[in-house]
């Protein structure tokens, strides 16, 4: 029989004990609330606010009132401008947090709004119209604008070079796919070149050099084709494959390139010779002795030799013994819905640390794959009873995972221990997304119709000197 093992860092579980939780923030419905890129302020809707908090103090920095009720809002790179749109009405609202009597206001009628990005300078922003008939680059700070025809209507249809100076935008002509390369100086055109894809489904910029990747997802033969920004290809990648391309990602100094597909492949490319290290997919069975097996069964863990029970910290049971079949943890309900299933990987995202890549895998909703770059093999897999929401976050500098599965709890993973942290909500604010603050060890919740902070310690998810290991026999 196989036998649940817990081993953690019982300083890092202590520590975790700390953890605060701000007052419950009311906003509107589906409207994600975000940090500023500093860290230091915190903004959301209710009804036509505009509200600003102080993420140290909570206390309200700022309010501006909109002529409409608010759909989506961000912030500017510089953290000095929040945008709010109202995408029906076509209006765009941008507010300065260091000035509250400048303001403006963008209108895009008749038509809607479909996508709105800032440019890296935080002074010009780049709306894109319903059913992408046009992207309009307005200025913040003069009258000129500049107009890109008809932008190709795939999710990642634009991409800024890391340096700042370019802009690349997809383009559908005459059935076939271009690239237009711009100057965000200027907004002028540079170079306008075909691409070799059938149906281009995404380009992204490498987050360290000049290059583009185009991927084409698909066809039968799904590839990712590498530019320069001259039009020159500089590699490809080909998948003998009837199965297409879900995802792909650059990791932060953009040495490594993650891939995944709906066969549930998951492949990372050399960053620099864009040739395959490795690949690795879902097998009928996962071998416990090399992988860490966390499962959703959490059990109250004692303090030391107190024998209090936490009753705001859980760990999750880890599965040691036999390899086991993916298959058989599946739930009931999700078997009946397993036609319906989104099959193929959803999510992939590397560590800002650059040690991990996490995996969501569509045909096993409620587990999470974690991959360690080191040894680039399957390191852990996280079992849950619910389905792991998409919007997890890594931490800007440890190897600490956040995510949440629609309830009141959020979820940390590290790499040694996974642990449930209770709230005091009461399932007032079942949690769709998570996000850290990039200034402190702070967390934001985000549901529905509310929000909450948390403020964690500063805590090391790494082993240390002080550890326990508490063993017992499955049932």
Known sequence: MPVLIYKFNLNMFQELRSTVYSELIEQNADVISCFSPNGMNFAYVLQ???????????????????????????????????????????????????????????????LAVAEVHWAPDSRHLLVISEFHLKMTVWSL?????????????????LSFSSCERYLTVAE??????????????TWEILKFFSVETKDLSGIYFSPSDLVIGVLEAYIEEPKVVFYSIDGRILGKYIRSSMFGFTSFS?????????????SGVVTILDGSKYVEIISYHETDSIDCEK?????????????????????????????????????????????SKSKHAKY?????????????????????????????????????????????????SWHPTKSLLAFCCGSQNVYLWTPTCCISLWSPFRGECPSHSVQWCSRRNCLLLNGKNHSALLYLPDV????????????????
């Open 172 to 185: 559908r002509r005459k059935c076939e796919d271009f690239i237009s390369i711009y100057t965000c100086y």
């Open 141 to 157: 700070v003069s009258t000129t604008i500049a107009v890109i025809e008809n932008p190709k209507p795939v999710k990642n249809c």
């Open 460 to 475: 090391d998810p790494h082993p240390s000197g002080v550890s326990q290991d508490v063993l017992s026999a499955a049932t």
């Open 344 to 392: 193929g990987i959803r999510t992939l995202r590397f560590s800002h640390c650059g040690n991990y890549l996490l995996s969501l895998n569509g045909s096993f909703p409620n587990m999470l794959f974690v991959f360690n770059l080191s040894t680039f093999m399957l390191s852990s897999v996280v079992l849950h009873h619910h389905k792991i929401k998409a919007d997890v």
């Open 250 to 262: 650059w990791n932060s100094n953009g040495k490594m390139i993650s891939l995944g597909d709906y």
């Open 48 to 110: 036509c606010q505009l509200i600003i908090l102080d993420v140290e103090s909570q206390k309200t920095v700022q309010k501006f009132i909109c002529d409409y009720t608010i759909d989506c809002l961000s912030w500017s790179p510089d953290s000095e401008l929040v945008y709010c749109c109202s995408k029906k009405q076509g209006s765009i609202q941008i507010w300065n947090l260091t000035n509250p009597v400048w303001r403006c206001k963008i209108m895009e009628n008749p």
């Open 291 to 335: 992988t860490t097996v966390y499962k959703v069964s959490p059990k109250s863990v004692e303090s030391g030799a107190s024998g209090n029970v936490s009753s705001s910290l859980e760990l999750f049971e880890v599965l040691k013994g036999e390899p086991f079949v993916l298959a058989s943890l599946a739930t009931h309900s999700e078997k």
